[in-house]
């Protein structure tokens, strides 16, 4: 085609594209083409802007690593993962509520059993989680996979430390026969997302900062139900409302109680100060049930464990 010009070239662009393989990649990049060059004619973007803008996704390009995932940040800075999570996790009131998953997560995190030490040398105050996993109906969901991740006391991930080799502050365990579950860990504060690289300077120039409220993440795997990514936020902190990455749900929300030094649900004693933290978790029922080798269990998994930390 020759003689392109503003009227022409979005449809003659869209029409190059007519042979694109599948429908839903189709459907896709249609849209990318037409939103790109609407905002182009929205704001009469110049050639200066548009390098601007190739020169920062560059920058966001060389900065992401296997450890360091700015991508994921500008996503979740411009708010698109949480839409995307909202998009993708309409689901019926009462069941808990998704958000998003963050750059965090490390595959084949350690096995715990229940009442063990999710820290593993994480510092921070002493955090003994309970808690329960069950249906809409309130049945108990027993061996549910339960996965844990949190930052330390200094707003750190483990995998944000040079050379870190041992996997603190994250584990996975199964839920109880009666749907409860506890472990030990450390009490979660606010930390600024990674800001030092092109998606901090981004917020700069937003007047924005780059806090999110303290929480823990959890994932939630159970045959029969779809499975929950989310966090429990700590009731209080001064970035609820302000949450750098748009992530807050109320119903998410839940107090962390303060304990002065003593004895602690475990049973041992504390020396220093700690907290408690009891959250039940409600999933939805899958719409269609596919059984996964990794919803079976394991012989050497607890189902076993007695007992429940919840200090009322
Ligand atoms: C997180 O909570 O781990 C997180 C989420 C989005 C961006 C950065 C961090
Ligand atoms: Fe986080």
Redesign the pocket.
């Known amino acids: 085609m020759r003689n392109v010009d503003e009227d022409t070239i979005t449809q003659i662009v869209l029409a190059s594209q007519a042979g694109t393989q599948g429908p839903r990649f189709k459907q896709i990049m249609t849209s990318v083409v037409q939103h790109l060059h609407a905002l182009a004619r929205d704001v009469e973007l110049t050639e200066d802007e548009l390098y601007q803008g190739i020169q920062f996704l560059t920058d966001v390009g060389h900065i992401t690593d296997d450890k360091r995932q700015e991508f994921?940040?500008l996503s979740?800075t411009l708010g698109l993962s949480m839409l995307v999570t909202a998009l993708n996790s309409r689901k019926p009131a009462g069941c808990t509520e998704s958000t998003?998953f963050?750059?965090?997560f490390v595959a084949n995190a350690p096995r715990y059993e229940n009442g063990d030490d999710v820290a593993n040398g994480a510092k921070g105050e002493p955090c003994f989680v309970s808690g329960r996993v069950t249906g809409l109906a309130g049945e108990p969901v027993p061996n549910a996979r339960i996965e844990v991740w949190q930052a330390d006391s200094a707003g750190f991930?483990d995998v944000q430390y040079d050379g870190a080799t041992a996997d603190q502050g994250r584990g996975t365990l199964r839920s109880l026969e009666d749907g409860s579950f506890h472990f030990r860990s450390i009490t979660a504060v606010a930390y600024p997302?990674p800001y030092d690289g092109p998606v901090g300077r981004m917020l700069e120039a937003l007047g924005r900062h780059p806090w999110?409220p303290a929480?823990l993440?959890f994932m939630i795997e159970a045959p029969g139900y779809e499975r929950l990514i989310t966090h429990v936020f700590r009731a209080g902190d001064q970035y609820l409302d302000s949450d750098a990455?748009f992530?807050v749900r109320s119903s998410l929300i839940a107090d962390w109680r303060h304990h002065e030094p003593g004895k602690a649900p475990d049973g041992t004693n504390i020396d220093t100060p700690f907290s408690t933290l009891d959250f039940t978790f409600v999933l939805n029922r899958a719409a269609i049930v596919a059984p996964r080798q990794s919803d079976q269990g394991g012989a050497s998994e607890s189902r076993a464990a007695a007992g429940n930390w919840r200090m009322d």
């Open positions: 994921i940040l979740d998003v963050g750059p965090f991930y997302i999110r929480h993440h990455v992530g």
